[in-house]
């Protein structure tokens, strides 16, 4: 298991379209969209507020992209009928891929941080650094978790649309983009039951040195196992399949 988590680790990290988009993107958008800007919203600054949106932006497209491409392509290509025949379990196999996907999740919150850091000058105790980003990093295992689910949904031709529509709308009505506050009142409700909101609402208000809120991480955590359960659905179903 231990190898296998190595070569996927490496082979994420080596696809430089793979980290263009998921972590170069979020990155581009972040420069343009506090370039000049000293207003404040959610009580800090603009810059270190969409510091974290774009974070979990870019933590969500790769947890989404690290995984379920690659379930998708194996199952075409007959990889994971092999692996059923190896002493490796489905449940290992599961687990490489959510801590492949992890692994590029938080590499990709630590760029957006140096990049709020370095070349916006944003400033804050070390612990709020830190609890940020670990927060931002658990709650991507909700879409690291999706990830699996939508490998096994979707085929290696569709899952690249599949992936773009699941993150952009989740992203766009969880208001990553945009303040909630912003929106109607209608699709601030609508906002309110996504994943992508509740997982903002982590790392903001653990930049700002607040306890996370216990209807955050409920909210998150039954996605968690929402997402879990209809993916070990979809693998046994797949298993009988073979």
Same mark, same amino acid.
Request: aromatic fraction near 10%; hydrophobic fraction near 50%.
């Given at each position: 298991?231990?190898?296998l988590l190595e070569l996927e680790v490496k082979?994420?990290?080596?696809?430089? &379209?793979?980290?263009?988009?998921?972590?170069?993107? =979020?990155?581009?958008?972040?420069?343009?969209?506090? $370039?000049?800007?000293?207003?404040?919203?959610?009580?800090?600054?603009?810059?270190?507020?969409?510091?974290?949106?774009?974070?979990?932006?870019?933590?969500?497209?790769? %947890?989404? $992209? %690290?995984?379920?491409?690659?379930?998708?392509?194996? &199952?075409?290509?007959?990889?994971?009928?092999?692996?059923?025949?190896?002493s490796m379990s489905s449940t290992g196999y599961?687990?490489?891929?959510?801590?492949?996907?992890?692994?590029?999740?938080?590499?990709?919150?630590?760029?957006?941080?140096?990049?709020? &850091?370095?070349?916006?000058?944003?400033?804050?105790?070390?612990?709020?650094?830190?609890?940020?980003?670990?927060?931002?990093?658990?709650?991507?295992?909700?879409?690291?978790?999706?990830?699996?689910?939508?490998?096994?949904?979707? $085929?290696?031709?569709?899952?690249?649309?599949?992936?773009?529509v699941v993150n952009l709308g989740f992203s766009?009505?969880?208001?990553?983009?945009?303040?909630?506050?912003?929106?109607?009142?209608?699709?601030?409700?609508?906002?309110?039951?996504?994943?992508?909101?509740?997982?903002?609402?982590?790392?903001?208000?653990?930049?700002?040195?607040?306890? =996370?809120?216990?209807?955050?991480?409920?909210?998150?955590?039954?996605?968690?196992?929402?997402?879990?359960?209809?993916?070990?659905?979809?693998?046994?179903?797949?298993?009988? &399949?073979?």
């Amino acid at each position: 298991m231990g190898v296998l988590l190595e070569l996927e680790v490496k082979r994420a990290f080596k696809d430089w &379209r793979f980290i263009v988009f998921t972590i170069g993107m =979020p990155v581009v958008i972040y420069l343009l969209t506090t $370039n000049g800007s000293t207003s404040s919203v959610g009580g800090t600054s603009v810059t270190r507020y969409l510091l974290v949106s774009m974070a979990v932006f870019s933590a969500i497209g790769a %947890a989404l $992209n %690290a995984g379920g491409p690659r379930i998708s392509a194996e &199952r075409e290509v007959g990889w994971t009928r092999q692996l059923r025949l190896t002493s490796m379990s489905s449940t290992g196999y599961i687990a490489v891929k959510v801590l492949t996907a992890s692994t590029v999740s938080l590499a990709a919150t630590v760029a957006l941080f140096l990049v709020g &850091r370095l070349a916006k000058g944003v400033s804050m105790p070390w612990s709020h650094w830190i609890g940020s980003g670990v927060a931002i990093w658990a709650g991507s295992l909700v879409f690291c978790t999706l990830s699996i689910l939508l490998g096994y949904l979707f $085929n290696s031709t569709s899952i690249t649309i599949g992936l773009m529509v699941v993150n952009l709308g989740f992203s766009m009505v969880g208001g990553l983009f945009w303040p909630t506050s912003t929106f109607p009142g209608w699709a601030q409700v609508v906002a309110q039951a996504t994943p992508t909101y509740h997982l903002a609402q982590l790392g903001h208000s653990t930049q700002l040195g607040q306890a =996370p809120a216990v209807s955050d991480v409920v909210v998150l955590a039954g996605y968690l196992i929402v997402f879990a359960v209809a993916a070990a659905w979809l693998y046994r179903r797949d298993e009988v &399949r073979v």
